[in-house]
Each structure stands twice: as structure tokens, then as C-alpha cells.
């Protein structure tokens, strides 16, 4: 018995939805999982080819991996902040409950092994997802619009960036976000590009985390200059979704390429309405 798992990238806060917001983009992690004679790891990517591999540590949350092959390849960077480890986490416990393993909430699971619930729940429900009060409410990023990945080349450890952030922040600066969340969310279920541009902005965690990458944070300042709608630092960073019109991706990422130089990449994504599937099946 053989089992494919896709499961998309993710691109988490998008400014104002600090850890409870989360898109999930075209790049995707594939997983075959299938019985055999003792258990082996192949994959494309720079991770661990034992049992200390996060996907199959996931795994073994809901079933033994023994006997056990697993193919992964994945088109996801693995720095940036573009959901590699929930995406890992999430593929290894789907494909363990379908190979026969007992799990009645696998988002739920792929959300205490992953610690937070953004990326998680966006890429098993696709879309936009915002997950908050245990609930999750999904949106569709309009089809006129894409986005661009600006990657750099070194990456921020997720506990480095959850450090600089204070325990309490100011009430003007939380009653901001409140404020560019629900222009965001408006924007979005309005297809109206205007307020999407007003809501992509944050005064909680870009800018007090700011030192940790200083190319990606002069590049939020710029990028409506070079063309894009707006972008937000993915995650916890380094990298950068930035917004754009269809119509102008093209000429973007142009720009952005040359404006990034050396220090980083640029990829193309789509926002992806669809998230994880397993044998071709979105389990959303």
C-alpha cells in the first residue's frame, strides 16, 4: 500500500495576523509513503535521512515507522519562514492515518507537535486561513493577484525572533493591527485590492524584529515603489511575500531581483486555494 501526501507551503502573519493567520502558497512538499521490508528516507532536501527527521518523527506520533519507506521531495525552502516543518509535520502525521494509524484530528496533532497554529491549519485548509478562539475561517486571495518570494540567503531561527518580542506590547500599536487585520480581511473578501495594500502592514512584530534581517526590512519600505501592492516578512522571516497584480509580476520581479542583488532569490508563487491532499484528495 502506497500513499501521496502534497502539502502546500505556507507564508504566516501577513502583517497584522500575528500567529493566527496564515496563506498558503504554490510551492509544495511531497510525500510517498509505502509499506516494505524495512524502513528508509529519500529525499531531495538537506534534512536528516534517519528517524530524527522531523516528518517522521510526526510520523511515528500516530504510527510506528518501521517497515516503512519514505520518498519526500519538496519544492519549499527550507530558511525563510515559508512553513517547511509544519508542512513536514502535517505530511507525516497524514500519511500515517492513512496508512491505517488512529488519529481523529490530525490538524490538531500537526499543531502540538508544530507549537502554533498558523502555518499548520493553512496548509491543511489552504487559502487564506486564520485560525483564532479554536476556530478557523477560511479566504480566497483574489485571482488577479500573486506573489513573489524574495529569499535570502541566511535565515532567522524562529526562537531568535519570538525573543526580541516583549511579553506585553503598547495598547496604540495593538489596536493598529486590530485595525490593518480587519482591512485585510475585508479587502480579501472583497477582492478590493486597495484595502488588501492598506491591511498588509503590522506594529507588533516586523519592526521590533527588524535587526534580525535589515535587507528584508528596508525591502517592506520599497516594494510599492518597485511596482507591488504591498508584502509582509513571511513568518518569522527573513523572507518576503510581496503582493502583486498579475499583470505586473513579471516587471516585479524584475525589479526585485535587481534591488536584492546578491543577498537573496526571488521566486514566483501562487496563493494556493487548496491545501494538503492526500492520494489527490484535499482532506479539508
Known sequence: MTVRVSVPATSANLGPGFDSVAAALSP????????????????????????????VQAFERVLPADGIRFTVESEIPLCGGLGSSACAVLAGILAAKALGGECNDPLAL??????????????????????????????????????????????VHT??????????????????NAGYALLLGAGLASG????????????????RRSAL?????????????????????SGSGSAVLVWVEDSAADAVRERLS???GEWATVMAVDFEPVGATVDGVPVA
Open 258 to 260: 535587481d534591488h536584492a
Open 192 to 207: 478590493d485590492k486597495e484595502l488588501i495594500a492598506k491591511g498588509l502592514h503590522d506594529q507588533v512584530h516586523q519592526r
Open 213 to 233: 534581517y535589515p535587507n528584508s526590512w528596508e525591502l517592506l519600505g520599497k516594494v510599492t515603489e518597485l511596482g507591488a501592492i504591498g508584502a509582509t516578512i
Open 110 to 155: 500537526a499543531i502540538e507537535v508544530d507549537g502554533v497554529a498558523d502555518n499548520s491549519t493553512a496548509a491543511y485548509h489552504g487559502g487564506v486561513a486564520v485560525h483564532v478562539g479554536g476556530q478557523v475561517t477560511n479566504l480566497t486571495v483574489p485571482d488577479s493577484i500573486s506573489g513573489l518570494v524574495v529569499v535570502p540567503q541566511h535565515s
Open 28 to 55: 509544495r512538499l511531497v510525500l510517498n509513503a509505502e509499506r516494505a521490508d524495512e524502513f528508509s528516507i529519500t529525499t531531495n532536501i538537506d534534512v536528516p535521512s534517519d528517524r530524527s527527521n522531523l516528518l
Open 159 to 176: 526562537e531568535a525572533a519570538r525573543d526580541v518580542l516583549p511579553a506585553e506590547v503598547p495598547i496604540a500599536d495593538a489596536v493598529a
